[in-house]
Structures are given as structure tokens and as C-alpha cells.
């Protein structure tokens, strides 16, 4: 009876998985300077969670500063945040990353750097981040080219994932 009533009590007072937040939603920033592209790439602590459960094979995944987790997340990037300047394909590193609240919510950052071997004129830009883990995923990226200070607003979603953008002089 005890496990009974164990059960019961954890299936009243456990919020389910929608209750944490009504939306799934990315927030990232991306400065472009040279040769040199840095992405802060922000999320819902839960969101993130279940992607890289979803990766790794597990049901669940405590996110937190760890290699594994790191290691976890730089597999899942390569796949699902593609930086193009020109033909190349850039190569991401993790530099940073951080639980941070918004409102009543956990969130959980990564800044990720890019280096390509010249000037960068153009980027495309892929973001499919945490678009097969949840049906109604909207990703929004901001994007600052230095040394001009233009700047583009991106709004990713499940039919539209991709963005070109070309920098001037």
C-alpha cells in the first residue's frame, strides 16, 4: 500500500512536462568580426534536456557544465547549427555555458566560437535546434556583423530552417 499511495502522491504533485513552460523557443546571438563568428545559443533548461536524452539513447539527462554534457551538446550542434562562409563548413567550440532564470524559468546557455580561415563576406546560417524534439519549436537568432554594426533578425521554424545573408564592405 505504501507504494501505492508513493506513486499516487508523485503523479499529483509531479507537474507534467508541459507545465514547466507553453512554448518552445530558442534565443540566440551571433556576432560576426572578421574571421571570427561567436554564437550564444540559450534554451530552455527541460528543452534542452530532452534533445540530448533523445541523442544520447537515455530517457532523461541532467543538464550541467560537464564534459559529458558538453561533449553531448558540441555532437549535437555539428548536426543542428551549420555556419557556411562561402563552401566552407565552420567548425564549432564550446568556450562558455551557463544556467541563467528568465522569469520563472531555467535556462541553459552555450557560447560557441567559430573560426574560418578568411574574412567572412557571407553566412549561411542552418538552425534546426530542438525542431524534432517538439512540434510547435521556433528558434529566434539576432545576428551583428562587426566591424559595420548590421544586424538581422532570424526566425527559424520547422519549414523554414535556413537563412543566406551577405555583408557589406
Given amino acids: 500500500m505504501t507504494i501505492l499511495w508513493a506513486i499516487l502522491l508523485t503523479l499529483l504533485f509531479t507537474p507534467p512536462r508541459d507545465a514547466e513552460h507553453k512554448f518552445h523557443v530558442s534565443y540566440n546571438r551571433v556576432a560576426v568580426e572578421d574571421n571570427i563568428v561567436v554564437a550564444r545559443l540559450r534554451f530552455f533548461k527541460d528543452d534542452l534536456g530532452v534533445a540530448l536524452a533523445e541523442l544520447s539513447g537515455s530517457e532523461s539527462l541532467l543538464i ?67 525542431l524534432d524534439s517538439f512540434d510547435d519549436q521556433k528558434n529566434i537568432l539576432q545576428l551583428q556583423h562587426f566591424p559595420s554594426e548590421d544586424r538581422w533578425s532570424y526566425y527559424f521554424l520547422e519549414d523554414d530552417r535556413e537563412f543566406y545573408v551577405e555583408f557589406g564592405s
Avoid: C
Avoid at 67 to 85: G, K, N, R, V
Fill in 64 to 130: 550541467d557544465a560537464t564534459p559529458i554534457t558538453d561533449s553531448l551538446f558540441q555532437a549535437y550542434i555539428a548536426s543542428h547549427f551549420i555556419l557556411e562562409s562561402g563552401e566552407q563548413r565552420l567548425t564549432g567550440g564550446i568556450t562558455a555555458s551557463g544556467e541563467e532564470v528568465l522569469g520563472k524559468e531555467m535556462m541553459w546557455w552555450y557560447l560557441v566560437e567559430y573560426q574560418a580561415p578568411e574574412t567572412i563576406s557571407s553566412l549561411r546560417l542552418t538552425n534546426t535546434l530542438l
